[in-house]
């Protein structure tokens, strides 16, 4: 009995061992791919918005060109902080790096580009029985307000002042906000800020803030899944998870007046309202173009002026040309907006200034 | 609690008593029908052999599996319990064998406390200590992560199989002469061996399903395995990031993976056991 | 544990005198790898500390004692606290021990006491199983399937007929602390089922004929004869239920609700040490903001320390007191 229970242990080590060692045997096998000599890996990490269309875009650019570029979405404080640490070839963030971050970044690599590759919106949705989807309007004022819990119930005379002819239950609102760190809240939020000077006393622009509401959900799913189920709530989540996942929206205000409905055309329009800069790290929030959505964002890749390896470098430079021209057709069935062609210009203008040991590494 | 009567209060009692021990392991077998049935149900479009046998595909795309997130779960488990086994075996023996009571309580306490540390947290440590200092994502970084959150449960239960083996084996070896470390590993250890292969097989289970910790040390890869100082591919995180996407294609793909996932697990766990059983006999 | 030294027959002795030497080393060197193994185990835990100890250094510098008290958390303006995390950490812990401990308990003895045996490993099997669901899986499930059940009817119930304790006051939101607390408990009860089963398993059969032999039940066997005699096998599997409950993060943030508040109620949405940091570590930015989540960390190694202390007592109380009335 004694031998045969020491068989077992031995046994089981046996087959743990085994799994080990074929795993360890394994891996290496698994990777001709880095040894060769002329073979180029990228790798990128940030944003979760924009990673579906990267992940799309870099198969693609792998079956057109060879080159194999990585990209995993870890949030884009995380893309920022990697980019800043060196681990990876480029950054992709939903936010603007602060003065602090590009600070710490020049001093240890140089200067660093925001270089856009699409432009997401958020919608806001709601779940009020009989009133679908659009139908709900909302100015950016009463919305911070719903926000900032001073509007409590739906029937409320500022909702129902533009909403004349629905019927607004005498009911809570349930406000619900996306408890996560994300970019999603970052551009929420920059509106919310733009459009009331009390959203941006009390609360303010950022990744995550200090909400008075009620529900916190993780990710879009979470907010989405509480809105779905808590009658009369409102929530806000990215226009493709709305789309994709036929959630109701409201009808936004934007700047010149106009109610519209969050769309990948009223999205590309918000770029046409706003004055670009040259270093194009603006939000595109509350645009002044009649047909623009007014909670707007740019998604940016982060890329360093100076690049230390050349043939890395060309990589990215071209890879990057790619996605601003031919990449965009792959956007809108992605429920992606297009970059506007002013961007577009300006983009070309960054990537051209990429260069390795002084020289641009790409010319137009 | 004398008298007829009172026995057969005392049988009631017991019979009652037993009745919901038995509903108790009903509901919680309950509770995994009813969680794998989802995933089943929202997941079965993508259960096919091309899910385990196809590299992933973009959103949009048709078809497209997990075969390399698979291999990168097999490989990351690998390396967890290449690390955490001699790691937490030893020092459960430690614990269950030579180790006085000062020591020993300072030591399973550390074990415990180990044991509560988020996921994500390990993570944050495992990049500090190894993705910063490489410059590089890699599966050993996430590996090293994987198994500190093993060697805890491994070391307990570890322990308290040992614990369990009844003295007077340990005395009768003894009484034969035979060296402390042989008795160790040749009288208690298979003693124990049914409770240590739970707590193994509980530890896999658990790194298996892990998320938090790879994010921040594997970081997932697009071009599948690429070898142990490149970044790799998961299930968890794979299904962690197509279950939060936009897209339906990718969040069915996410309930298809967990499925898997169990199945896996449940797969390693039955043959180890069948196994040992049959050597047994 | 109690060395006996063997008395050796004296013919073996003396041709043995160079393998026992060889035997006292070979012990030596095996004892002295356990416990090298079991420092290294230490020492990670000693490292993590100390790395992020570097991390949250400049949140502790800044809010000293301050940190644990507050109840704000406005990433904004930089101001932390830790109170509500560590609040809902715990209430948490204790509704998803409180619900896991029972049921695991009554699996354990059903598995290895009661159920015919051609169903013992299969059903053992899946309940290990459990553990394996990708904790996000189980998240989603539960925002799917179970919250909404929990809205209605049981919060609505309890609402309606118990709505004048403040335990079960304000609106049924589904998600909250009851969820996560019954989340929690399914992502616990397979480690306590699986090591509780395996320590009552291991109890010689002497005691169980013991006392049947007295004319007790099969209950009162289990409950006087069984259960005592493995009872630090038991405390070890809710004790490790307890760090996976305390540590638990992306099921727990998908129910929970994740507002930052102090309510006595179960219903009301809440947040945990845990869920915080994996919700927010991913985005944050800036030295204060990261070192505050990380020393949010810090303070659950505190709670887990606490906890465990607290549960070491207690063994050694109930130990004392059995010892002493018998």
């Given at each position: 009995?004694?031998?045969?229970?020491?068989?077992?242990?031995?046994?089981?080590?046996?087959?743990l061992t085994a799994a080990v060692v074929f795993a360890?045997?394994?891996?290496?096998?698994?990777?001709?791919?880095?040894?060769?000599?002329?073979?180029?890996?990228?790798?990128?990490?940030?944003?979760?918005?924009?990673?579906?269309?990267?992940?799309?875009?870099?198969?693609?650019?792998?079956?057109?060109?060879?080159?194999?570029?990585?990209?995993?979405?870890?949030?884009?404080?995380?893309?920022?902080?990697?980019?800043?640490?060196?681990?990876?070839?480029?950054?992709?963030?939903?936010?603007?790096?602060?003065?602090?971050?590009?600070?710490?970044?020049?001093?240890?690599?140089?200067?660093?580009?925001?270089?856009?590759?699409?432009?997401?919106?958020?919608?806001?949705?709601?779940?009020?029985?009989?009133?679908?989807?659009?139908?709900?309007?909302?100015?950016?004022?009463?919305?911070?307000?719903?926000?900032?819990?001073?509007?409590?119930?739906?029937?409320?005379?500022?909702?129902?002042?533009?909403?004349?002819?629905?019927?607004?239950?005498?009911?809570?609102?349930?406000?619900?906000?996306?408890?996560?760190?994300?970019?999603?809240?970052?551009?929420?939020?920059?509106?919310?800020?733009?459009?009331?000077?009390?959203?941006?006393?009390?609360?303010?622009?950022?990744?995550?803030?200090?909400?008075?509401?009620?529900?916190?959900?993780?990710?879009?799913?979470?907010?989405?899944?509480?809105?779905?189920?808590?009658?009369?709530?409102?929530?806000?989540?990215?226009?493709?998870?709305?789309?994709?996942?036929?959630?109701?929206?409201?009808?936004?205000?934007?700047?010149?007046?106009?109610?519209?409905?969050?769309?990948?055309?009223?999205?590309?329009?918000?770029?046409?309202?706003?004055?670009?800069?040259?270093?194009?790290?603006?939000?595109?929030?509350?645009?002044?173009?009649?047909?623009?959505?007014?909670?707007?964002?740019?998604?940016?890749?982060?890329?360093?002026?100076?690049?230390?390896?050349?043939?890395?470098?060309?990589?990215?430079?071209?890879?990057?040309?790619?996605?601003?021209?031919?990449?965009?057709?792959?956007?809108?069935?992605?429920?992606?907006?297009?970059?506007?062609?002013?961007?577009?210009?300006?983009?070309?203008?960054?990537?051209?200034?990429?260069?390795?040991?002084?020289?641009?590494?790409?010319?137009? | 609690?004398?008298?007829?009567?009172?026995?057969?209060?005392?049988?009631?009692?017991?019979?009652?008593?037993?009745?919901?021990?038995?509903?108790?392991t009903a509901c919680v077998i309950l509770v995994l029908?009813?969680?794998?049935?989802?995933?089943?149900?929202?997941?079965?479009?993508?259960?096919?052999?091309?899910?385990?046998?196809?590299?992933?595909?973009?959103?949009?795309?048709?078809?497209?599996?997990?075969?390399?997130?698979?291999?990168?779960?097999?490989?990351?488990?690998?390396?967890?319990?290449?690390?955490?086994?001699?790691?937490?075996?030893?020092?459960?023996?430690?614990?269950?064998?030579?180790?006085?009571?000062?020591?020993?309580?300072?030591?399973?306490?550390?074990?415990?406390?180990?044991?509560?540390?988020?996921?994500?947290?390990?993570?944050?440590?495992?990049?500090?200590?190894?993705?910063?200092?490489?410059?590089?994502?890699?599966?050993?970084?996430?590996?090293?992560?994987?198994?500190?959150?093993?060697?805890?449960?491994?070391?307990?239960?570890?322990?308290?199989?040992?614990?369990?083996?009844?003295?007077?084996?340990?005395?009768?070896?003894?009484?034969?002469?035979?060296?402390?470390?042989?008795?160790?590993?040749?009288?208690?250890?298979?003693?124990?061996?049914?409770?240590?292969?739970?707590?193994?097989?509980?530890?896999?289970?658990?790194?298996?399903?892990?998320?938090?910790?790879?994010?921040?040390?594997?970081?997932?890869?697009?071009?599948?395995?690429?070898?142990?100082?490149?970044?790799?591919?998961?299930?968890?995180?794979?299904?962690?990031?197509?279950?939060?996407?936009?897209?339906?294609?990718?969040?069915?793909?996410?309930?298809?993976?967990?499925?898997?996932?169990?199945?896996?697990?449940?797969?390693?766990?039955?043959?180890?056991?069948?196994?040992?059983?049959?050597?047994?006999? | 544990?109690?060395?006996?030294?063997?008395?050796?027959?004296?013919?073996?002795?003396?041709?043995?005198?160079?393998?026992?030497?060889?035997?006292?080393?070979?012990?030596?060197?095996?004892?002295?790898?356990?416990?090298?193994?079991?420092?290294?185990?230490?020492?990670?835990?000693?490292?993590?500390?100390?790395?992020?100890?570097?991390?949250?250094?400049?949140?502790?510098?800044?809010?000293?004692?301050?940190?644990?008290?507050?109840?704000?958390?406005?990433?904004?303006?930089?101001?932390?606290?830790?109170?509500?995390?560590?609040?809902?950490?715990?209430?948490?812990?204790?509704?998803?021990?409180?619900?896991?401990?029972?049921?695991?308990?009554?699996?354990?003895?059903?598995?290895?006491?009661?159920?015919?045996?051609?169903?013992?490993?299969?059903?053992?099997?899946?309940?290990?199983?459990?553990?394996?669901?990708?904790?996000?899986?189980?998240?989603?499930?539960?925002?799917?399937?179970?919250?909404?059940?929990?809205?209605?009817?049981?919060?609505?119930?309890?609402?309606?007929?118990?709505?004048?304790?403040?335990?079960?006051?304000?609106?049924?939101?589904?998600?909250?602390?009851?969820?996560?607390?019954?989340?929690?408990?399914?992502?616990?009860?397979?480690?306590?089922?699986?090591?509780?089963?395996?320590?009552?398993?291991?109890?010689?059969?002497?005691?169980?004929?013991?006392?049947?032999?007295?004319?007790?039940?099969?209950?009162?066997?289990?409950?006087?004869?069984?259960?005592?005699?493995?009872?630090?096998?038991?405390?070890?599997?809710?004790?490790?239920?307890?760090?996976?409950?305390?540590?638990?993060?992306m099921a727990v943030t998908m129910v929970i609700g994740?507002?930052?508040?102090?309510?006595?109620?179960?219903?009301?949405?809440?947040?945990?040490?845990?869920?915080?940091?994996?919700?927010?570590?991913?985005?944050?930015?800036?030295?204060?903001?990261?070192?505050?989540?990380?020393?949010?960390?810090?303070?659950?190694?505190?709670?887990?320390?606490?906890?465990?202390?607290?549960?070491?007592?207690?063994?050694?109380?109930?130990?004392?007191?059995?010892?002493?009335?018998?």
């Open positions: 009995m004694r031998r045969i229970n020491n068989w077992i242990s031995g046994i089981a080590m046996a087959i360890g045997c394994a891996a290496p096998s698994g990777s001709p791919a880095t040894t060769q000599a002329k073979s180029i890996n990228l790798n990128g990490a940030g944003a979760t918005f924009p990673a579906p269309l990267y992940t799309k875009w870099f198969d693609e650019y792998n079956k057109l060109t060879g080159v194999k570029v990585n990209y995993q979405p870890i949030g884009s404080g995380g893309g920022i902080s990697q980019i800043i640490e060196g681990t990876v070839d480029f950054g992709a963030t939903d936010g603007i790096m602060t003065d602090a971050e590009i600070a710490k970044a020049e001093s240890k690599n140089g200067p660093i580009l925001h270089i856009p590759t699409t432009s997401g919106s958020v919608a806001v949705i709601y779940n009020l029985s009989g009133i679908g989807s659009g139908q709900l309007k909302l100015t950016g004022d009463v919305l911070a307000n719903i926000y900032l819990k001073k509007i409590n119930k739906w029937n409320d005379p500022a909702i129902t002042a533009i909403n004349p002819g629905l019927k607004l239950p005498d009911a809570a609102i349930a406000a619900v906000f996306r408890s996560d760190g994300s970019g999603t809240t970052y551009i929420f939020t920059n509106y919310l800020c733009k459009v009331s000077p009390e959203f941006k006393s009390g609360i303010g622009n950022a990744k995550s803030v200090k909400w008075p509401g009620d529900i916190g959900g993780q990710g879009n799913a979470g907010v989405a899944g509480q809105v779905q189920q808590i009658p009369n709530s409102i929530g806000y989540v990215e226009l493709a998870y709305a789309e994709q996942n036929k959630l109701a929206w409201a009808s936004l205000k934007n700047a010149a007046g106009n109610f519209v409905e969050p769309s990948l055309t009223a999205t590309t329009k918000a770029a046409e309202g706003i004055t670009l800069p040259d270093d194009m790290k603006v939000m595109l929030t509350d645009s002044a173009n009649p047909e623009a959505y007014p909670i707007v964002g740019f998604t940016w890749i982060l890329v360093y002026v100076n690049q230390k390896d050349k043939d890395k470098g060309e990589a990215l430079a071209k890879m990057l040309w790619w996605a601003i021209h031919d990449g965009q057709k792959y956007t809108e069935p992605l429920t992606y907006a297009n970059l506007a062609g002013s961007t577009v210009t300006k983009a070309e203008n960054a990537i051209l200034s990429i260069k390795y040991q002084e020289q641009p590494i790409i010319t137009r | 609690m004398k008298g007829r009567s009172g026995y057969f209060r005392r049988k009631q009692f017991s019979r009652l008593m037993l009745v919901l021990c038995g509903i108790a029908i009813l969680i794998l049935g989802y995933t089943l149900v929202n997941g079965v479009s993508y259960l096919s052999l091309d899910f385990i046998t196809q590299p992933s595909k973009p959103v949009g795309e048709v078809g497209g599996g997990m075969r390399d997130d698979i291999y990168g779960t097999f490989i990351l488990v690998g390396l967890a319990s290449l690390i955490a086994l001699p790691v937490g075996m030893m020092t459960g023996i430690f614990l269950a064998a030579f180790a006085g009571p000062k020591a020993a309580s300072a030591i399973r306490f550390a074990a415990d406390i180990l044991a509560g540390v988020p996921s994500i947290i390990v993570g944050v440590f495992a990049y500090a200590i190894l993705v910063r200092p490489m410059h590089s994502y890699s599966a050993l970084s996430a590996g090293v992560a994987l198994a500190i959150i093993m060697i805890p449960v491994v070391a307990r239960t570890a322990e308290e199989s040992l614990r369990l083996v009844p003295n007077s084996q340990r005395e009768a070896a003894l009484a034969l002469g035979i060296n402390r470390w042989r008795i160790t590993l040749g009288v208690i250890v298979p003693g124990a061996v049914t409770g240590i292969v739970t707590g193994i097989m509980l530890a896999v289970a658990r790194i298996a399903g892990e998320t938090a910790p790879l994010i921040f040390t594997a970081l997932g890869s697009a071009f599948g395995v690429q070898g142990l100082t490149q970044p790799i591919g998961a299930l968890p995180l794979q299904i962690y990031r197509y279950a939060l996407s936009p897209y339906t294609d990718w969040q069915q793909q996410a309930w298809a993976a967990a499925f898997l996932l169990v199945i896996l697990v449940l797969g390693i766990n039955v043959i180890v056991r069948l196994v040992s059983s049959r050597r047994s006999k | 544990m109690n060395q006996c030294k063997p008395d050796r027959p004296a013919a073996e002795v003396a041709g043995d005198i160079v393998s026992a030497a060889r035997a006292r080393i070979g012990d030596a060197i095996f004892t002295r790898l356990t416990l090298f193994f079991s420092i290294l185990m230490v020492t990670i835990l000693i490292a993590l500390l100390i790395v992020l100890g570097i991390d949250a250094w400049p949140a502790i510098q800044k809010f000293g004692l301050s940190f644990i008290t507050s109840v704000e958390w406005d990433p904004v303006n930089e101001v932390f606290g830790a109170l509500p995390a560590i609040y809902g950490t715990l209430l948490s812990s204790a509704i998803g021990l409180i619900i896991a401990v029972p049921i695991s308990l009554g699996s354990a003895i059903f598995l290895s006491e009661l159920a015919p045996q051609w169903m013992r490993r299969p059903c053992s099997f899946l309940i290990e199983m459990l553990a394996a669901i990708p904790s996000v899986i189980i998240g989603l499930w539960g925002l799917y399937v179970m919250v909404p059940f929990i809205r209605n009817p049981i919060e609505i119930w309890l609402g309606s007929n118990l709505g004048f304790l403040p335990l079960f006051s304000g609106p049924p939101f589904g998600v909250g602390f009851l969820s996560a607390g019954i989340i929690l408990a399914i992502m616990v009860i397979p480690i306590i089922t699986a090591v509780s089963r395996e320590a009552i398993v291991a109890v010689p059969l002497t005691q169980r004929e013991a006392m049947l032999a007295l004319g007790a039940t099969r209950w009162e066997m289990i409950a006087r004869a069984v259960l005592p005699y493995c009872r630090s096998g038991l405390v070890g599997g809710v004790v490790l239920g307890l760090g996976r409950a305390l540590g638990e993060t994740n507002a930052y508040t102090l309510s006595p109620s179960l219903f009301s949405p809440g947040a945990t040490i845990a869920s915080k940091v994996a919700s927010e570590f991913n985005e944050a930015s800036g030295d204060l903001y990261i070192g505050s989540l990380i020393e949010l960390a810090l303070v659950l190694f505190a709670i887990t320390l606490l906890v465990n202390i607290i549960a070491r007592l207690l063994v050694w109380r109930t130990v004392s007191v059995r010892s002493t009335g018998e």
